[in-house]
């Protein structure tokens, strides 16, 4: 399950992981994607929505699962692609409240846990649509 994975990259005692990260590594295994390390180090400067409290990191790490999952060359997977995007930023925004990690942090930040919660909501969101794509074609199919 995506989301116990990605909250274990992000909770792990022995490497302190951001959002983003725990996102992209926690897909990773999930998916079976056997991305490189530096693809997994690409998400760094991503957490703490890009270290000024933007784009939080867990949407973010999300977002990159979606075009490592859905890009492709084909114009038409391109479109659906980007209409993945759009359909989780609007149902996280319409279930959270917002998309900045200033404003998820304050809502949903846990004393001990830190942001686990907010990373927890982002895996479980993601694994919903990317289940419910999958479900009418799964992805790199015609």
């Known amino acids: 399950m995506l989301e116990d994975s990605a909250a274990n990259y992000y909770s792990a005692l022995d490497v302190d992981r951001n959002c983003s990260e725990a996102l992209i590594y926690g897909a990773n295994d999930e998916f079976l994607l056997d991305l490189p390390l530096e693809a997994l180090r690409m998400m760094g400067p991503f957490g703490g929505g890009m270290s000024i409290e933007s784009i939080c990191g867990a949407i973010t790490g999300a977002l990159a699962v979606i075009g490592i ?5 084909d114009p038409t997977d391109r479109d659906r692609m980007k209409k993945i ?3 989780f930023l609007r149902e996280f925004r319409s279930r959270y409240g917002c998309l900045d990690c200033a404003c998820l942090k304050d809502k949903y930040r846990d004393e001990w846990k830190k942001c686990e919660p907010v990373v927890r909501m982002s895996a479980r969101l993601l694994e919903e649509i990317i289940k419910a794509e999958e479900s009418r074609r799964p992805f790199g199919k015609e």
């Open 85 to 87: 995007a759009e359909r």
């Open 69 to 73: 999952l859905y890009n492709r060359d």
